[in-house]
């Protein structure tokens, strides 16, 4: 464990690395691993990159954060509201349903870009921050490790709320939803995951600059061979900057994760 541990956080400490080092140390033969003159001098690159540009790099991290944030909030609202039904409300299709959404677990994202494709432009929402939020959404994983944790809740602590007066939305916001903390948690870092480093969004439904997000711009940093071997340092920068909100996120919500991951529910 501890081998495969070591190997895991290698790449990391290669990009934190990578970022600091001067440019003379990026091309050294034969290479070091670890920086010895740390410097800004990518960081101050990788602005001057957009410094002429109609498109700032502030641009892109603003709709990448924006994009991000508005997407955990959609993204769990839509998956609990979902599970919520399929967990503890009989009604026609409920199986049939639930398995649709197990089936889609299967399928990779590609296989769905036409389809995407299609909605958001007959939608009519192309080159709009809601061609970035809309294909998201719906996040099959989600609905699952909701829909599991709820299955767990006790019949009988739902019945006895009704009986007090409580009406479905009193239920679903004041008992399931604070009970279902470490399964909401587990879902927003999936949910940030998803949408932080999702470039197919900005590739397929945007087509102004001003509009695409940070790991598009990651991916034309070092887009030709002359980019690939210059803007190393940059691109470096870039990607510590979409690893970094990754980390921190997961950080703040680990514990809520472990417990998720130890109970699989409630006790």
């Known amino acids: 464990m501890l081998t495969l541990s070591i190997l895991m956080i290698l790449p990391i400490i290669y990009i934190f690395n990578h ?51 508005i997407s955990v909030i959609g993204i769990t609202a839509v998956s609990a509201l979902c599970a919520y039904p399929l967990s503890k409300h009989p009604f026609p299709g409920k199986k049939y349903i639930f398995a ?82 470490p399964a909401i948690a587990t879902v927003a870092i999936l949910a940030f995951q998803n949408s932080w480093g999702n470039v197919e969004t900005s590739m397929l439904f945007m087509q102004d600059d001003e509009m695409k997000n940070f790991p598009f711009f990651l991916s034309t940093l070092t887009n030709n061979l002359a980019n690939n071997v210059a803007r190393q340092g940059a691109a470096a920068v870039a990607a510590l900057i979409i690893l970094v909100p990754n980390l921190l996120f997961f950080v703040l919500l680990q514990s809520k994760v472990i417990s998720t991951m130890a109970h699989s529910g409630i006790k």
């Not at 440019?23 to 001057?48: A, D, G, I, S």
């Not at 970035?132 to 959404?137: E, K, S």
């Not at 809740?153 to 009986?163: F, M, N």
């Open 100 to 181: 649709t959404i197990i089936l889609m677990l299967m399928f990779t994202p590609e296989v769905i870009q036409i389809p995407r494709y299609l909605v958001v432009s007959n939608v009519g929402i192309m080159n709009t921050y809601l061609g970035h939020l809309l294909p998201v959404l719906a996040l099959p994983v989600a609905v699952f490790l909701l829909k599991q944790f709820i299955d767990q809740i006790p019949d009988s602590l739902l019945e006895a709320s009704r009986i007090d007066g409580a009406n479905e939305l009193v239920v679903f916001i004041r008992i399931v939803i604070p009970m279902c903390m």
């Open 19 to 69: 970022a600091f080092k001067p440019y003379h140390e990026l091309f050294v033969y034969p290479p070091n691993f670890f920086v010895r003159e740390p410097n800004v001098q990518n960081f101050v690159e990788l602005f001057w990159v957009t410094s002429n540009s109609i498109v700032p790099v502030s641009r892109y991290l603003f709709n990448s954060l924006f994009i991000s944030v």
